[in-house]
Nanobody, 121 residues
Framework: QVQLVESGGGSVQAGGSLRVSCAAS?????MAWFRQAPGKEREGVAA???????YYADSVKGRFTISQDNARRTLYLQMNSLKPEDTAMYYC??????????????????WGQGTQVTVSS
């Protein structure tokens, strides 16, 4: 079992920055950030995998950066140039099986409780 705890969410004005973090109870190579806005399906935002390969959704490319600490126990998502449409609950996820980088929910079997990010215009 891997426990995931997110932190760092909050409210910011459009154009601002936030960094959310996810503390994992165990070493996890493949991890990702997903988000879910009210009335919408959960979507993949960014992922990191073996060889520290990364994936970004088109909507966040060039604005968001995913990273992990050297111990592969903490996941970060640096979010710059935030837009109102980035408003959502952000979830951290980890996968037991890791052989690449995964953008789909079905690859991940551990999930955090989420942290709210609100961007006002």
């Amino acid at each position: 079992q891997v426990q995931l705890v997110e932190s760092g969410g909050g409210s910011v004005q459009a154009g601002g920055s936030l960094r959310v973090s996810c503390a994992a109870s165990a070493y996890s190579v493949c991890m990702a950030w997903f988000r879910q806005a009210p009335g919408k399906e959960r979507e993949g935002v960014a992922a990191i995998g073996s060889g520290r390969t990364t994936y970004y959704a088109d909507s966040v490319k060039g604005r968001f950066t995913i990273s992990q600490d050297n111990a592969r126990r903490t996941l970060y998502l640096q979010m710059n140039s935030l837009k109102p449409e980035d408003t959502a609950m952000y979830y951290c996820a980890a996968a037991t099986y890791c052989n690449g980088v995964y953008s789909k929910e079905r690859a991940y079997n551990y999930w955090g409780q989420g942290t709210q990010v609100t961007v006002s215009s």
